[in-house]
Protein backbone atom coordinates (compact mmCIF):
# COMPACT_ATOMS: atom_id res chain seq x y z
CA UNK A 1 0.00 0.00 0.00
CA UNK A 2 1.07 3.37 -0.87
CA UNK A 3 0.83 6.14 1.16
CA UNK A 4 0.13 9.53 0.16
CA UNK A 5 1.27 13.03 1.77
CA UNK A 6 0.83 15.70 -0.95
CA UNK A 7 -0.86 19.14 -0.49
CA UNK A 8 -0.91 21.49 -3.03
CA UNK A 9 -1.72 25.12 -2.73
CA UNK A 10 -2.03 29.00 -4.28
CA UNK A 11 -2.28 31.97 -2.57
CA UNK A 12 -0.19 34.91 -1.40
CA UNK A 13 2.99 35.20 0.63
CA UNK A 14 2.35 37.30 3.98
CA UNK A 15 5.82 37.65 5.47
CA UNK A 16 9.43 35.68 4.50
CA UNK A 17 12.54 34.89 6.11
CA UNK A 18 15.65 33.59 4.59
CA UNK A 19 18.57 32.56 5.90
CA UNK A 20 21.27 30.79 4.22
CA UNK A 21 22.02 27.22 5.63
CA UNK A 22 25.28 25.85 4.68
CA UNK A 23 25.72 26.84 0.86
CA UNK A 24 21.81 26.68 0.58
CA UNK A 25 19.22 29.28 0.86
CA UNK A 26 16.24 28.47 2.91
CA UNK A 27 12.97 30.39 2.99
CA UNK A 28 10.11 30.66 5.78
CA UNK A 29 7.57 32.01 4.64
CA UNK A 30 3.21 32.48 5.40
CA UNK A 31 0.92 31.54 2.47
CA UNK A 32 -2.57 33.19 2.82
CA UNK A 33 -4.97 30.97 0.91
CA UNK A 34 -9.13 32.19 0.36
CA UNK A 35 -11.98 29.93 0.28
CA UNK A 36 -15.14 31.65 -1.06
CA UNK A 37 -18.45 30.68 -0.45
CA UNK A 38 -22.30 31.99 -0.17
CA UNK A 39 -23.97 31.32 3.02
CA UNK A 40 -28.21 30.28 2.42
CA UNK A 41 -29.28 33.36 2.52
CA UNK A 42 -27.06 34.77 -0.26
CA UNK A 43 -23.90 36.66 1.72
CA UNK A 44 -20.86 36.34 0.24
CA UNK A 45 -18.18 34.78 2.86
CA UNK A 46 -14.34 34.35 2.51
CA UNK A 47 -12.68 32.47 5.04
CA UNK A 48 -9.03 32.92 4.87
CA UNK A 49 -6.36 30.35 6.32
CA UNK A 50 -2.58 30.76 6.78
CA UNK A 51 0.02 28.05 6.02
CA UNK A 52 3.63 28.25 7.12
CA UNK A 53 5.74 26.80 4.19
CA UNK A 54 9.64 25.79 4.69
CA UNK A 55 11.34 26.04 0.64
CA UNK A 56 15.02 25.18 0.18
CA UNK A 57 16.39 27.02 -2.90
CA UNK A 58 17.27 24.35 -5.97
CA UNK A 59 15.91 22.83 -8.73
CA UNK A 60 11.99 23.72 -9.55
CA UNK A 61 12.22 27.01 -7.31
CA UNK A 62 11.79 30.82 -8.22
CA UNK A 63 14.91 33.21 -6.83
CA UNK A 64 13.99 32.67 -3.42
CA UNK A 65 15.01 36.44 -2.73
CA UNK A 66 12.80 37.50 -5.26
CA UNK A 67 9.61 36.48 -2.81
CA UNK A 68 8.16 39.30 -1.34
CA UNK A 69 4.94 40.29 0.71
CA UNK A 70 2.15 39.71 -1.72
CA UNK A 71 4.00 37.56 -3.86
CA UNK A 72 1.70 35.27 -5.42
CA UNK A 73 2.57 31.40 -5.57
CA UNK A 74 1.81 28.06 -6.05
CA UNK A 75 3.01 25.38 -4.94
CA UNK A 76 3.36 21.94 -4.06
CA UNK A 77 4.78 19.71 -1.06
CA UNK A 78 3.67 17.76 1.74
CA UNK A 79 2.71 18.35 5.01
CA UNK A 80 4.66 17.42 8.08
CA UNK A 81 4.61 17.91 12.14
CA UNK A 82 6.82 19.56 14.35
CA UNK A 83 7.19 19.43 17.99
CA UNK A 84 9.31 21.44 20.41
CA UNK A 85 8.96 22.54 24.54
CA UNK A 86 7.33 25.72 25.28
CA UNK A 87 9.76 27.84 27.95
CA UNK A 88 6.79 26.57 30.13
CA UNK A 89 7.53 23.28 29.69
CA UNK A 90 4.84 22.26 27.60
CA UNK A 91 4.99 20.22 24.65
CA UNK A 92 3.74 22.24 21.51
CA UNK A 93 2.83 20.99 18.07
CA UNK A 94 2.83 22.67 14.82
CA UNK A 95 2.48 22.02 10.99
CA UNK A 96 4.03 23.21 8.50
CA UNK A 97 4.52 22.43 4.58
CA UNK A 98 7.47 21.41 2.92
CA UNK A 99 7.72 22.80 -0.45
CA UNK A 100 9.21 21.11 -3.33
CA UNK A 101 7.94 23.18 -6.07
CA UNK A 102 7.67 26.46 -6.12
CA UNK A 103 6.51 28.72 -9.14
CA UNK A 104 5.76 32.71 -9.10
CA UNK A 105 2.36 33.56 -10.81
CA UNK A 106 3.44 37.41 -11.60
CA UNK A 107 6.18 35.92 -13.93
CA UNK A 108 4.94 34.80 -17.73
CA UNK A 109 5.14 31.32 -18.37
CA UNK A 110 7.78 30.63 -21.02
CA UNK A 111 6.78 29.90 -24.51
CA UNK A 112 6.51 26.41 -25.61
CA UNK A 113 6.61 26.92 -29.08
Not at 65 to 89: C, F, K, Q, S
Amino acid sequence: MEHINRIELQGRVGNIRTNIVGETRVANFSLATDYLYKTREGAAISETTWHNVVAWSGRNMPDLERITVGTPLHLTGRLRTNRYTAADGTEKQFYEVFAYRVRRLDEEAPDNQ
